[in-house]
Each structure stands twice: as structure tokens, then as C-alpha cells.
């Protein structure tokens, strides 16, 4: 389970930084609007599975 949570935390870090880069380039996007979005999701799931808990349905 800390693989996958580490995997999580990896694939949060890539869309932090693509979503600095479509602050700068692509601000109001759906693109840019998608990214906010997963990151939402990625850090919604990193806390369930810290705390033991399964993933919300999303």
C-alpha cells in the first residue's frame, strides 16, 4: 500500500508543476480547469488511503 501511495504522491507532483505551467500559458482552459480538478482527486485520495480508509467514489 506505501508503493501505491508514493505513486500517488509522484503523479500529484507532476500535475503541481503542469499546473504552474498552465497558470503561465493556459489560464482559463478546460485543460487548466481538468488539472485542478485532478489534483483535487490525487490529494482526496492520498489522505483516504493514509488514513486506511477506501477512495471515495468521485
Known amino acids: ?3 501505491n501511495v ?3 504522491s509522484k503523479q500529484l507532483e507532476r500535475e503541481k508543476q503542469h499546473q504552474q505551467w ?6 482559463h482552459s478546460q ?5 485542478l480538478k485532478n489534483i483535487l482527486k490525487l490529494q482526496t485520495e492520498i489522505a483516504c488511503k493514509e488514513l486506511g ?3 471515495p467514489k468521485i
Open 1 to 3: 500500500m506505501r508503493d
Open 6 to 8: 508514493h505513486k500517488l
Open 22 to 27: 498552465l497558470d503561465q500559458n493556459l489560464k
Open 31 to 35: 485543460q487548466h480547469s481538468e488539472c
Open 53 to 55: 480508509q477506501t477512495s
